[in-house]
């Protein structure tokens, strides 16, 4: 079970994805603007934030640019249609972890992916601590 962040300005969209999540017993917190969005980023610990690329008062790059600047290093997925996903510079696509287009048949795949990979990147974590300590005594 992870915890993950959707930041999105449509509600329907928002849904689907928080739909999606929860069917694989996922924790889902949703916020509709991007100022919000990554207050909620700064403010607790999640294990993937999914953005939409265009918010209103900031875009997903500029709230990704802000909380990795801060040295999180949780994984941020940029979702957009497909039409923008093509259209980003290469300084773009530099900035996030992931990029999806908002096709849930791509989108659920991909998620459960990078879920996987953070799981296994924190039992690798956890082990190398309980193995430090050991051989610490």
Do not use: W
């Not at 953005?51 to 801060?70: F, S």
């Not at 940029?78 to 259209?87: N, R």
């Not at 999806?100 to 799981?119: A, G, N, S, Y």
Request: hydrophobic share 40%.
């Amino acid at each position: 079970m992870a915890k993950v962040l959707i930041v999105d300005d449509s509600p329907t969209q928002a849904a689907m994805l928080a739909q999606m999540l929860l069917q694989h017993q996922h924790v889902v917190e949703i916020e509709g603007t991007g100022k919000r969005g990554l207050n909620r980023a700064l403010q607790s610990t999640f294990d993937l934030l999914i953005l939409d690329l265009n918010l209103p008062d900031m875009t997903g790059l500029e709230i990704c640019q802000q909380y990795k600047a801060t040295g999180r290093t949780t994984p941020v997925m940029l979702v957009t249609s497909e039409d923008q996903l093509y259209t980003l510079s290469e300084e773009q696509q530099a900035i996030a972890d992931y990029y999806c287009t908002k096709d849930q048949r791509f989108l659920e795949p991909r998620v459960e992916i990078i879920l996987l990979r953070q799981r296994r990147r924190h039992i690798v974590i956890s082990v190398e601590k309980n193995h430090a300590t050991l051989n610490s005594f």
